[in-house]
């Protein structure tokens, strides 16, 4: 049963690196259309007022990059931006509880039945905060994220759990022998 519930917690770590990354590109995304309209904005603006020319050509430019501007509140980015701004929260406080638990295993030495009810709590209320916050949303599962997903996952996992596992060996080998 301790592996079940250590497979749970690796699913959802996994889940929230997978929507960190989701929040990374959608703000690097979000943020270059509203620059690019920015500068789109700006440029016509100046070039307009210094050569006289071809006005309505000026007037065209601004007016669609005032309304890419304006539109991009509506792109999928900026909904995955809102949504995530809630949910990570919310999953870096679960990671948080099912560590304690995964921590406390030993020490409480709890049952099967017991560590299934937390296994069950802990996917419920992942499940909820994932209907709460994402329903609707897409999150398409682009390779780079997966991957990057994945790599964060596994360097959590090496960071929080292998160094003790490397000081114990250690502890062990430099012991005298008897």
């Known amino acids: 049963m301790r592996e079940r519930?250590?497979?749970?917690?690796?699913?959802?770590?996994?889940?929230?690196?997978?929507y960190r990354r989701h929040f990374d590109r959608a703000t690097r995304l979000y943020y270059q259309i509203s620059t690019a309209a920015?500068?789109?904005s700006v440029v016509?603006?100046?070039v307009w007022s210094i050569?006289?020319?071809?006005?309505?050509?000026?007037?065209?430019?601004?007016?669609?990059?005032?309304?890419?501007?304006?539109y991009s509140v509506n792109l999928p980015y900026a909904k995955q931006i809102a949504s995530l701004n809630y949910l990570l929260p919310e999953l870096?406080?679960?990671?948080?509880?099912?560590?304690?638990g995964w921590l406390s295993l030993d020490i409480v030495g709890y049952d099967d039945q017991e560590l299934l009810k937390q296994i069950a709590e802990h996917e419920a209320k992942?499940?909820?905060l994932?209907?709460?916050?994402?329903?609707g949303i897409k999150f398409p599962e682009i390779e780079s994220i997966l991957k990057k997903a994945e790599q964060d996952t596994d360097a959590?996992?090496?960071?929080?759990?292998?160094?003790?596992?490397?000081?114990?060996?250690?502890?062990?080998?430099?012991?005298?022998?008897?």
């Not at 519930?5 to 997978?18: A, D, G, P």
């Not at 870096?92 to 304690?100: A, C, F, M, S």
């Not at 994932?130 to 329903?135: C, I, P």
């Open 5 to 18: 519930y250590f497979r749970m917690y690796e699913s959802i770590e996994y889940k929230r690196c997978f």
């Open 38 to 40: 920015l500068v789109a």
């Open 44 to 46: 016509s603006v100046l």
């Open 51 to 70: 050569s006289k020319t071809m006005p309505a050509l000026w007037a065209i430019v601004i007016a669609c990059a005032q309304f890419v501007q304006a």
């Open 92 to 100: 870096n406080k679960l990671i948080l509880q099912i560590d304690y």
């Open 126 to 128: 992942f499940t909820a």
């Open 130 to 135: 994932e209907d709460q916050f994402t329903n």
């Open 156 to 178: 959590y996992f090496k960071a929080r759990y292998t160094y003790a596992d490397t000081e114990k060996e250690e502890q062990i080998n430099a012991a005298p022998a008897e």
